[in-house]
C-alpha cells in the first residue's frame, strides 16, 4: 500500500534553509512527487513537482535520489510569510496518495 | 481570472439530509478530484474524474457519490450525511494526467454533520 510519510512540524528563523523531507513507500513506477502549500482557509497552492534527481525553480528546489523512496523540498532564506502547511504528494495517472502535512514556523 | 470555486462555503446539516455541494471551475480542465482534509491526516482523495462520465474512486470514498455531466462540473453529494463526515472539503482541477500537471484547489467547503 502506497503511503507518504512527513515530520509533523518543524521549526526555523528568518534567512535560513529549511529542508523538509518525505518518505515514499510504494511509490510506482509512473509517479511524480508533488509538493503543496498551504495556509490557514485556503486551499493548497503548487509548489514545484519532479520525477527524479533536482528541480529548482524561483521558490524551492526538489531533491529526488535514484530509488525515489523519499524526496526533499529545499526552501532558501525563508521569511514570515512561509510560515504554512507543507504537503508531499504521490501519484499518477489516478489516485492520489498525500501526506499528513509538515507545519512549518518560521521566527524572526 | 482562473479559478475554482466551491458553494457553499459553510454549512451546517444534520444526520440524514442530503446535501451537494458544488464545485466549478473555468479553466477546461480534464481532471477533477474531492479531497476531505482532517486534523492529523492531510488531504484524502474521495473521488476523482479524468473527463466527463468518467469518475473512480479515491481512498475514502464511502458515503459519498459524485457526478461529472459537464466539463466544469464536478458535484460532491452525501446522500444521507453522518457526522463522521464532518471535514473541511477542497474540489481541485487539473489539466490532464495528474501526476505532472499542478492541481488549483478551490477555497474549501466546511461541512459540519450534528
Known amino acids: 500500500l502506497a503511503k507518504t510519510t512527513q515530520p509533523i512540524s518543524m521549526d526555523s528563523y528568518e534567512g535560513q534553509e529549511v529542508n523538509i523531507t518525505c518518505s515514499h513507500n510504494?511509490?510506482?513506477?509512473?509517479?511524480?512527487i508533488t509538493w503543496y502549500q498551504q495556509f490557514p482557509s485556503q486551499g493548497p497552492r503548487f509548489i514545484i513537482q519532479?520525477?527524479?534527481t533536482k528541480v529548482t525553480n524561483e521558490v524551492a528546489s526538489l531533491f529526488i535520489p535514484a530509488d525515489r523512496k523519499s524526496s526533499t523540498l529545499s526552501l532558501p532564506r525563508v521569511s514570515l510569510s512561509d510560515t504554512a502547511v507543507y504537503y508531499c504528494?504521490?501519484?499518477?495517472?489516478?489516485?492520489?496518495?498525500f501526506g499528513a502535512g509538515t507545519r512549518l514556523a518560521v521566527h524572526p | 481570472e482562473a479559478q475554482v470555486t466551491q458553494n457553499p462555503r459553510y454549512l451546517i446539516t444534520v444526520t440524514g439530509k442530503k446535501l451537494t455541494v458544488t464545485c466549478s471551475q473555468n479553466?477546461?480542465?480534464?481532471?477533477m478530484s474531492w479531497y476531505r482534509q482532517d486534523p492529523g491526516l492531510g488531504l484524502r482523495q474521495i473521488y476523482y474524474?479524468?473527463?466527463?462520465?468518467?469518475?473512480d474512486k479515491g481512498d475514502v470514498p464511502e458515503g459519498y457519490k459524485v457526478s461529472r455531466k459537464e466539463k466544469r462540473n464536478f458535484p460532491l453529494i452525501l446522500e444521507s450525511p453522518s457526522p463522521n463526515q464532518t471535514s473541511l472539503y477542497f474540489c481541485?482541477?487539473?489539466?490532464?494526467?495528474?501526476?505532472?500537471?499542478?492541481?488549483?484547489f478551490g477555497p474549501g467547503t466546511r461541512l459540519t454533520v450534528t
Open positions: 510504494n511509490i510506482a513506477t509512473n509517479d511524480y
Open positions: 481541485a482541477s487539473s489539466l490532464s494526467d495528474i501526476g505532472t500537471y499542478e492541481q488549483y
Open positions: 504528494l504521490q501519484g499518477g495517472y489516478n489516485k492520489l496518495i
Open positions: 474524474s479524468m473527463n466527463v462520465e468518467v469518475t
Open positions: 479553466m477546461n480542465h480534464e481532471y
Open positions: 519532479g520525477y527524479k
